[in-house]
């Protein structure tokens, strides 16, 4: 059973960072895609970046790029995004996901963690 439990997050001012983290288990991810979406209130859940488990490579979103990274750690089976020079709108409950390499729909998810901007 696919578990993908997300920490960090919290609250900070416009311009500060952030950093949330995604521990996976429960499989080999190997083959797989991890990703991280956000829903931000009263708006539908939006993609933010993602990265390949085997070579690391990456994919954002235009409103995102820039100032977020993503990462991952095989050893520790876990996913990173760093969040720098925040804004207001990015303001959101951030979630994170999986899928195996070549599928298009993200089956696993995450609980979300809570990150707030302030002006």
């Known amino acids: 059973q696919v578990q993908l439990v997300e920490s960090g997050g919290g609250s900070v001012q416009a311009g500060g960072s952030l950093r949330v983290s995604c521990a996976a288990s429960?499989?080999?991810?190997?083959?797989?895609?991890m990703g991280w979406f956000r829903r931000a209130p009263g708006k539908e859940r939006e993609f933010v970046a993602r990265?390949?488990?085997?070579?690391?490579?990456?994919y954002y979103a235009d409103s995102v790029k820039g100032r977020f990274t993503i990462s991952r750690d095989t050893a520790k089976n876990t996913v990173y995004l760093q969040m720098n020079s925040l804004k207001p709108e990015d303001t959101a409950v951030y979630y994170c996901?999986?899928?195996?390499?070549?599928?298009?729909?993200?089956?696993?998810w995450g609980q979300g963690t809570q990150a707030t901007v302030s002006s």
């Open positions: 990265i390949s488990w085997s070579d690391g490579s990456t």
């Open positions: 429960g499989r080999t991810f190997s083959s797989y895609t």
């Open positions: 996901a999986a899928k195996p390499g070549g599928a298009i729909q993200w089956p696993y």
